[in-house]
T-cell receptor, first 118, second 113 residues
Framework: GAVVSQHPSRVICKSGTSVKIECRSL??????MFWYRQFPKKSLMLMAT?????????EQGVEKDKFLINHASLTLSTLTVTSAHPEDSSFYIC??????????????FGDGTRLSIL | AQTVTQSQPEMSVQEAETVTLSCTYD???????LFWYKQPPSRQMILVIR??????QNATENRFSVNFQKAAKSFSLKISDSQLGDAAMYFC??????????FGAGTILRVKS
């Protein structure tokens, strides 16, 4: 159980393109999902917290107009990198947590999306 | 602010032997959760083990166990009978209020045959 599916796994596109990444919880409902960015051999940096039915909460330094997050249902959150540029190339990972009020549930991660902007 | 420190960028272990990965953290909270995640070359994040701060007993999961020292704010991971498949990047993580995770910098574990 607790499977998180992330799609696509790899994107290569031209500079200026907008790219959408999907994160789905397949067998549970997730009121909260998280989006991380990871550079090669580095740690995961939280970009934003995605809340179902409300606006995402962005971490300091993350441009909300550049990284649009939508969490329209209890099983789907999307991250859109708008007008992507080479510096946006990175590995993006989403995670979701099972339920609310269940304190000891861990986050479950998608397999990540490698974004390469040419 | 909560911080997580992993002071070992890389570690090596011989197959079948035991290795310990270090992690320290800083927090003013009294109740929290700590996790170890494994990230193999496939980049998938896999939960290895978790520890509730209010529990004094150290968590164990088969060959994986932790040494949780709350007063010292230390949370080390011990891997016994190391296997080639254990080779990966290991991240220690602290879960904040609001369920946000703060990750350490990671430790690359190499397993020698």
């Amino acid at each position: 159980g607790a499977v998180v599916s992330q799609h696509p796994s790899r994107v290569i596109c031209k500079s200026g393109t907008s790219v959408k990444i999907e994160c789905r919880s397949l067998d549970f409902q997730a009121t909260t999902m998280f989006w991380y960015r990871q550079f090669p051999k580095k740690s995961l940096m939280l970009m934003a917290t995605s809340n179902e039915g409300s606006k995402a909460t962005y971490e300091q330094g993350v441009e909300k107009d550049k990284f649009l997050i939508n969490h329209a249902s209890l099983t789907l959150s999307t991250l859109t990198v708008t007008s992507a540029h080479p510096e946006d190339s990175s590995f993006y990972i989403c995670s979701a947590r099972v339920g609310t009020g269940i304190a000891n549930q861990p986050q479950h991660f998608g397999d990540g999306t490698r974004l390469s902007i040419l | 602010a909560q911080t997580v420190t992993q002071s070992q960028p890389e570690m090596s272990v011989q197959e079948a032997e035991t290795v310990t990965l270090s992690c320290t953290y800083d927090t003013s909270e009294s109740d929290y959760y700590l996790f170890w995640y494994k990230q193999p070359p496939s980049r998938q994040m896999i939960l290895v083990i978790r520890q509730e701060a209010y529990k004094q007993q150290n968590a164990t999961e088969n060959r994986f166990s932790v040494n949780f020292q709350k007063a010292a704010k230390s949370f080390s991971l011990k891997i016994s009978d190391s296997q080639l498949g254990d080779a990966a990047m290991y991240f220690c993580a602290y879960r904040m209020v609001g369920n946000k995770l703060v990750f350490g910098a990671g430790t690359i574990l190499r397993v020698k045959s």
